[in-house]
């Protein structure tokens, strides 16, 4: 039995219940398996715990013989998104963008329209008094890397 395929499909059947709330990524290696699910509306603890236990019973229901690691994660506070459909939530938080073409933006995210974000921030890490924050839109598909600058204000 293929228990990277079997899991991927009891995951995308489990999500089907849980309007709002998207696969991220499925790591498999080897015997050890990590499913990160998002939402588009912050996740709990209680929503993560639930969507655990229904993709492990039916896991347990159709590989009783497999051995495997499962672990079901919202991403990490300072992790990259990775897809387009985790940016709303996020506006008005300060991002840290690297473009493909290795340009460095540092800004609040102001909006999300179809595939373009936009930005209000410096273009360079360290701004000078003087320096107004600039609009910058960018095409998602431009995005290299992003994620959230954490602040403890």
Excluded: C, W
């Excluded at 506070?77 to 897809?83: G, M, N, T």
């Excluded at 996020?90 to 974000?117: A, P």
């Excluded at 921030?121 to 600058?149: R, W």
């Amino acid at each position: 039995m293929n228990v990277e395929k079997e899991l991927n499909e009891i995951v995308a059947q489990v999500l089907e219940n849980h309007t709002g709330i998207f696969l991220v990524q499925a790591i498999h290696k080897q015997k050890n398996h990590e499913i990160v699910i998002d939402g588009d509306l912050p996740l709990g603890i209680y929503d993560i715990s639930a969507i655990s236990r229904e993709i492990n019973q039916l896991a347990d229901e159709r590989m009783p013989e497999e051995e495997y690691s499962l672990d079901i994660a919202s991403p990490g506070a300072d992790s990259d998104l990775l897809l387009l459909r985790q940016y709303p939530k996020h506006i008005g938080r300060e991002f840290n963008v690297i473009l493909k073409d290795e340009t460095s933006i540092i800004g609040v995210l102001k909006s999300v329209e179809s595939e373009t974000l936009e930005f209000e921030g410096f273009k360079t890490a360290k701004p000078k008094k003087k320096d107004l924050p600039e609009v910058t839109k960018i095409n998602y598909q431009e995005i290299k890397k992003a994620n959230i600058i954490l602040s403890f204000k």
